[in-house]
Each structure stands twice: as C-alpha cells, then as structure tokens.
C-alpha cells in the first residue's frame, strides 16, 4: 500500500528523460486533438458571386448537384445568370451539399447564402436545421410589423382623451390671465379680463376670447388654417403617381424583365444623368466596299473593319477614348477597347475588342467570331464585356439609315452607324455622281468631349474609311 501513492509523487525532475518525454507527450498532444475535432465541425455557406462590377443579384439557372451529394473542392455546383452571361459556380471546399436556399428560377442579392456545405454527414442535420432557421427567420420578422401595425391603432385613443384635458383649462379662468396680445385688445375693445374665461392652455385667455367677449365676429384669419391641409395635400398629390399605376388592357401579358433586360434598363436610366451631345457625319464608303468584298472570304466582316477604323482614330484623339466617372476628373485609357453591341435572345450585350487598334484586321475577325460564339451561349467573361473603353452599335445591316445611340455609363463616346447606300453627290468641279455614302452619328460625354475634340475625331475616321488602305497594314 505504501507503493500505491509513488506515482503521483513523482516529479518531472525525478523520472528518467524516456519516461519524462512519455509523461508529457500525451499532455501536449490532448489538447491538439480535441482542437481538432472542434475546427472540423464546420457548416458552410455557399454565397451568390458577384459575377460583374455592376452585378446586384444572381438567378439561379440550374444546380448541378443535389441535396444530399458530396462535392469537391473546385467542382462547378450552380450555374448563375447575372446582368450579362450565365457562368458556373465553384465550391472552395468539400463536403455535402446538406441544403439548397435558393432553388432554381429564383434570385438572390449578391452575398447571400444559396447552399448550406456540411463537411461530414454527422453535420447534415445541423445544417438542415440552420437553413430552417434561416427561411424561418424572413417569417418570424414578418410578425414584428403586424405586431406594429397592431401597436399603431392605440394612438388614436390617446388622441381622444387629449380633449378631455381641455374642458380642465376652460373652468379656470378668472385672474385674467392672459397674453400679451389678448391684454392689448382688452385695452383696444374695453373688455373687463377678470370676467373672460380663458380657453388656452392652462386658462390662459387668448386674443380669441378677447374678441368673443368684445362681441366681434371671428376673422377670417381662420382660413389660413384650412389652407395649412393643402401642403398636407400636396404630398399626397405627389404619392399618387407612385400608387397610380394603369390598370392591364385586356388580353396583355406582363412579362418581367430578365437579368439581363433589368441590367440595360439600369443603365440605359443612369446614363440620361450624363450631359450627351450628338454629331452626325456622313462618309463615302465605295473604297470600303471594294476592300470588304476582297477580305470577305477570308471571314473578315464590316463591323470589324468599323472596329478597327475606329480603333485608329481613337489612338490619334486619346480624349474621345476617355471617360468621366466621378464629375471631377478625366480618366485617359492606355488600352483602345472597341466594345460593339451585339443583339442576343433576350436582352442586348457588348462584347469587347481588345486592344483593336494594335491587332491586325484578321486577328480581330477570328477574336470576334468567339466573343459572339460565346455572347451567344452566354459564356463570356466579365473583362470580355466590361472593359470597353468606346462603343460601336452598327445597324446597318439592317437597312437603318441613320439613328442615335444612348451613351453606355462609363465610357466616353459610342457610335452609330447607318447603312451604306447610293447617294448623288457633286465633286469641286461641280460634277454629279452616284456614289455610296453613310451617316455616323456620335454621342458623346460633353463634360469631358467637346464639339471641336469630336468634329476632328470623326474627320480621321473619315479619311481612314474612305481611303481604307491602312487598315491592311
């Protein structure tokens, strides 16, 4: 019995260093392994991307896995349709999909949760039971308001007992208290204070009860009180416009917009803040025709050839390939970034040529033919749509003459180009002609665009599409 207690005698300085090592190994290595096992219970959040810069919220077009299946790091688990492309969504770590926030059709705001991601299926339930509290939770705040909106109607009670006080004032009155101006129309009217009954606030007498005393009629001052409602109106007439809305006409279908549609339409509202100028030019293009007609084959299109041209004249007039972002201050861009609007099913996108001005006109054609490959599957990439420094819409394929663009938030300048027609025309030697001829029209950003800055623009992008040789080279 006498041996029993050795052991938790000994100290670390006595025990031999194998023993020692022994002793204090399992002490180092407990903590460490119950540290572990907290850190691995993990539930995580798969959030909604920010696909773009001016991305808002996401639709979810499909999910790719299920609840209930094991995923990997970097395996795509939801394809997100944001304001320009559909794109996959990566998860950055393993585990289980234990449930699904936002299923698919619906939209979410950027940062929001749309997956819960359990790491061992001990975990699952958890999780489960956070998403429940997590769709529970919009409902237990719903309560909140009526629970307001049930607090609101006790108000008014208060309101009808605020009259019972006043009878208290009109019994008190007989000092002659009373305010300066009551007391200055006693004197003027020749009333006895002592016998006036005051009505305001504490017995007070008021001029009112002057002139009643006095026998006089109430002025029409009184008035000016009724007029006080219509500014109380007024609001009211602005919140009809809010509310008015015009009932359907029968047999319509009100469609929302897409994400896509929403996105133009912003745009398209923040842009009438820019002040916009518009310069038309026209330009004969027989020397351009003749040259697409020999690259043609070769797969090069006329809107690149427009592409380019631009490109060219952007890099001998840097202030038309600038943009004003915040009011205050030029932005010159380096790179010459030829975005061109390209009509898709359901909405309208802007892939970008990028660095036009420095790549021949073949590299450019077969770069344009994968950027509306994928604009047209809804593939591209956020700097394949968002990085275009000026805007060229063309429309003249369809037949259009001559139109305006709406300047593109952002940029400095976008141009419209009507179609190429037979037009008679007179040289210096005053000689008429047949020859074909098309408008441009530029919008520009005045606050950083001047008249003379675009006039001189469209004059080198003239010379360049009538004498076409260059853009060969």
């Known amino acids: 019995m006498a041996a029993s207690p050795a052991p938790f005698s000994l100290s670390a300085s006595t025990m031999p260093p194998r023993l020692r090592a022994a002793a204090v190994t399992p002490l180092a290595a407990g903590p460490r392994r119950r540290g572990r096992m907290v850190v691995r219970a993990k539930i995580r959040e798969i959030f909604m991307p920010a696909l773009s810069s001016t991305m808002t919220e996401g639709k979810i077009v499909s999910w790719n896995t299920s609840e209930g299946d094991r995923v990997s790091k970097g395996d795509g688990v939801v394809v997100v349709?944001?304001?320009?492309?559909?794109?996959?969504?990566?998860?950055?770590h393993d585990g289980i999909v234990a449930a699904i926030l936002v299923p698919e059709?619906?939209?979410?705001?950027?940062?929001?949760?749309?997956?819960?991601?359990?790491?061992?299926?001990?975990?699952?339930?958890?999780?489960?039971?956070?998403?429940?509290?997590?769709?529970?939770?919009?409902?237990?705040?719903?309560?909140?308001p009526s629970a307001d909106a049930a607090a609101t109607p006790p108000p008014p009670p208060p309101a009808a007992e605020a009259p019972v006080a006043a009878p208290a004032?009109?019994?008190?009155?007989?000092?002659?208290?009373?305010t300066p101006e009551a007391k200055k129309l006693a004197k003027q009217h020749r009333v006895d204070l002592t016998k006036v009954t005051g009505t305001g606030p504490y017995g007070r007498i008021?001029?009112?009860?002057?002139?009643?005393?006095?026998?006089?009629?109430?002025?029409?001052?009184?008035?000016?009180?009724?007029?006080?409602?219509?500014?109380?109106?007024?609001?009211?007439?602005?919140?009809?416009?809010?509310?008015?809305?015009?009932?359907?006409?029968?047999?319509?279908?009100?469609?929302?917009?897409?994400?896509?549609?929403?996105?133009?339409?912003?745009?398209?509202?923040?842009?009438?803040?820019?002040?916009a100028f518009r310069v038309g030019y026209p330009i004969l293009t027989d020397k351009l025709d003749a040259l697409y007609e020999k690259v043609k084959p070769k797969g090069v299109t006329m809107t690149v050839?427009?592409?380019?041209?631009?490109?060219?004249?952007?890099?001998?007039?840097?202030?038309?390939?600038?943009?004003?972002?915040?009011?205050?201050?030029?932005?010159?861009?380096?790179?010459?970034?030829?975005?061109?609007?390209?009509?898709?099913?359901?909405?309208?996108?802007?892939p970008v040529l990028q660095d036009a001005d420095k790549l021949d006109i073949y590299l450019l054609s077969q770069n344009w033919k994968d950027l509306v490959k994928k604009?047209?599957?809804?593939?591209?990439?956020?700097?394949?749509?968002?990085?275009?420094?000026?805007?060229?819409?063309?429309?003249?394929?369809?037949?259009?003459?001559?139109?305006?663009?709406?300047?593109?938030?952002?940029?400095?300048?976008?141009?419209?180009?009507?179609?190429?027609?037979?037009?008679?025309?007179?040289?210096?030697?005053?000689?008429?002609?047949?020859?074909?001829?098309?408008?441009?029209?530029?919008?520009?950003?005045?606050?950083?665009?001047?008249?003379?800055?675009?006039?001189?623009?469209?004059?080198?992008?003239a010379k360049i599409i009538e004498d076409p040789e260059s853009l060969t080279l």
């Not at 349709?81 to 950055?92: G, H, P, Q, R, Y």
């Not at 008015?244 to 279908?253: I, K």
């Not at 840097?318 to 201050?329: F, H, I, R």
């Open 206 to 275: 008021t001029p009112a009860d002057v002139e009643a005393a006095a026998g006089i009629q109430p002025k029409p001052k009184v008035t000016p009180a009724a007029a006080a409602p219509p500014p109380a109106a007024a609001p009211a007439v602005g919140t009809v416009p809010k509310a008015a809305e015009l009932p359907p006409v029968p047999g319509t279908t009100v469609v929302p917009f897409t994400t896509m549609q929403a996105a133009v339409s912003k745009n398209m509202v923040e842009s009438l803040a820019v002040p």
């Open 81 to 92: 349709e944001s304001d320009k492309a559909d794109m996959d969504v990566e998860t950055f």
């Open 305 to 350: 050839l427009l592409a380019k041209a631009a490109a060219m004249a952007l890099a001998q007039h840097p202030v038309v390939n600038a943009s004003c972002k915040d009011g205050k201050s030029f932005t010159y861009n380096s790179n010459i970034n030829i975005a061109v609007a390209v009509a898709i099913d359901g909405g309208l996108i802007t």
């Open 105 to 144: 059709g619906g939209v979410a705001p950027v940062g929001a949760p749309i997956a819960l991601l359990a790491e061992s299926e001990e975990e699952v339930a958890a999780a489960v039971a956070k998403a429940q509290e997590l769709a529970g939770g919009g409902q237990q705040q719903a309560p909140p």
């Open 169 to 178: 004032p009109v019994a008190a009155g007989t000092k002659g208290i009373a």
């Open 375 to 461: 604009a047209r599957a809804k593939q591209l990439q956020p700097n394949e749509y968002n990085s275009g420094t000026f805007t060229l819409s063309n429309l003249g394929m369809f037949g259009v003459d001559r139109f305006d663009a709406i300047l593109p938030p952002g940029q400095g300048a976008i141009m419209a180009v009507g179609a190429s027609k037979p037009t008679v025309v007179t040289d210096k030697d005053g000689f008429f002609s047949v020859k074909s001829k098309m408008q441009v029209n530029v919008t520009a950003d005045h606050r950083i665009v001047y008249g003379a800055d675009l006039a001189a623009f469209l004059q080198t992008f």
